[in-house]
């Protein structure tokens, strides 16, 4: 299975009316939103990343995060069961979707509840935040999953965010950046960089040095282009309304030690 693909999933007209949990609601335009996801798209594209749709939902408002619905392993799909009900509809499209591209398939089932927003990975840790979408039998079950690849599962309690990626994502040397007031606990992550802004706390690694964040963090890209880093910017301003992030947005398909 080739390490370039990414899944995505086109916003759903009812987008207006997807979950808020720690902001006010604010409106949302649709058609900018389609815009900006187009946008989000063709820079994934631009980078060599080959984009696999999955079929619209049209009827899940949030269902253009499909970060929440899968989490990979290499070969390894694994099936989350979000923590929003409104939600577990979203999966079963996404399951066809990586069975078709040879996946494993593996799921996440009741009483477990996992939001793949909370899995952050880091060479052979993955940082798994509990909260108020991911509960323990979640994280247990996953743990089950993944240690038999020589991964090991560390929980993040979160109690500021909605999930763990909302708070802190990895550049590609291994560096956990985030944002402190967002942040229970830094001292948990053994390199931890703070970045001046909340949006500035979320990467997507696009290959090599460049990293793809959202364009309303202008300290933070300074700071990574300072790095050495080359970064992508994208305009993700109506999603943010909804607590969204440049990870929610896609599932990048990875070799296990990528």
């Known amino acids: 299975m080739p390490s370039t693909k990414a899944l995505v999933r086109r916003p759903s007209s009812r987008l207006p009316d997807g979950i808020v949990t720690h902001i006010a609601r604010s409106p949302v335009d649709v058609e900018r939103a389609v815009h900006q996801w187009n946008g989000y798209v063709d820079a994934l594209e631009r980078y060599g990343w080959e984009t696999i749709a999955v079929p619209a939902a049209d009827d899940h408002a949030d269902s253009v ?29 996404v399951e066809k979707t990586v069975a078709s591209l040879g996946c494993t398939v593996e799921r996440i089932v009741a009483p477990g509840t996992l939001d793949g927003g909370d899995v952050l990975k880091v060479g052979a840790t993955v940082y798994v935040g509990h909260g108020g979408r991911t509960n323990h039998e979640g994280i247990d079950q996953l ?3 993944v240690e038999p690849r020589s991964m090991s599962v560390v929980a993040v309690q ?43 706390a979320h990467v997507v690694l696009l290959g090599g040095d460049r990293v793809l964040l959202a ?12 790095l050495g880093y080359a970064t992508v910017l994208v305009d993700i301003a109506e999603f943010v309304k909804l607590e969204g992030c440049v990870t929610c947005l896609s599932v990048r398909l990875r070799d296990l030690d990528d």
């Open 215 to 226: 364009d309303d963090c202008p300290q933070t890209d300074q700071l990574l282009r300072d």
């Open 143 to 145: 743990r089950a999953l």
């Open 158 to 200: 979160l109690t500021k965010v909605l999930h763990l990626k909302s708070a802190v994502t990895a550049l590609p040397d291994g560096t956990i950046i985030g944002y402190p007031p967002l942040i229970d606990d830094p001292s948990l992550f053994p390199r931890f960089l703070a970045v001046p802004e909340q949006s500035g």
């Open 65 to 93: 995060f499909i970060e929440d619905t899968v989490v990979m392993f290499g070969d390894l799909a694994v099936i989350c069961r979000p923590g929003a009900s409104s939600r577990l509809g979203e999966t079963a499209d």
